[in-house]
């Protein structure tokens, strides 16, 4: 399926497919996360935006990727539609500089977890923040909005295309 880059008309899409996949404070700050993303990515399926990804840059040395947001209308998934999406933001963020990507998932919510593994990505403790990128992680995990029950995922793009 094409993945194309998101535009301000798939806003209303993007809070369809929000508001049916996430609870509605989630679903509020994914449709708010739009301002200011970086990949902001839309799949479509027949011409109809199906998935979107909404993610974020953090520039400095070295540039830093996160996957904020990432959702699949019901009625297409398990399709390899959010593999795609994730795979395209990867791409994007490599081509960029990163050199890691990060994503916040829910301890129970094994679809995120399944699909985030199939993709490379570890879970890493929130300290590794601090480790990697000293007082500056730390300001990075302050824009990355973690809740307390949220895991930290990283994928290291040393394989990268
Ligand atoms: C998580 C989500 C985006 C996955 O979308 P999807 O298009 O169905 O995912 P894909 O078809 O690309 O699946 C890729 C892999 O993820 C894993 N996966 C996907 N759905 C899964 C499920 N329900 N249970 C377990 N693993 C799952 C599998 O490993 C899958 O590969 P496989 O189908 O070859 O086994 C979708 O379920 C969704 O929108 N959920 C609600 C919103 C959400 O939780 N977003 C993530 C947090 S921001």
């Known amino acids: 399926m094409p993945i194309r880059e998101g535009a301000p008309a798939d806003v209303d899409a993007l809070r369809r497919i929000a508001r049916a996949a996430f609870d509605r404070i989630y679903a509020f700050f994914a449709v708010r996360g739009v301002r200011g993303a970086w990949p ?3 799949a479509d399926v027949d011409g109809v935006p199906t998935g979107f990804l909404v993610g974020r840059w ?4 070295p540039p830093i990727g996160y996957v904020y947001f990432i959702a699949v209308d019901s009625n297409f998934r398990r399709r390899g ?11 994007r963020f490599a081509r960029r ?8 998932v829910t301890e129970e919510n ?3 977890l399944g699909l985030f593994g199939s993709l490379g990505f570890e879970k890493a403790p ?25 895991a930290l995922l990283v994928r290291t793009l ?3 295309r």
């Open 97 to 104: 500089g990163a050199t890691r990507v990060f994503a916040a």
């Open 40 to 42: 902001f990515l839309i």
């Open 126 to 150: 929130r300290r590794a923040l601090w480790r990697w990128y000293g007082w500056r992680g730390l300001s990075v995990e302050l824009r990355m909005v973690l809740a307390p029950h949220e």
């Open 158 to 160: 040393t394989d990268t």
């Open 58 to 61: 953090f520039g400095g040395r």
């Open 81 to 91: 539609i959010a593999r795609t999406l994730v795979d395209e933001s990867l791409r």
């Open 110 to 112: 094994d679809a995120s």
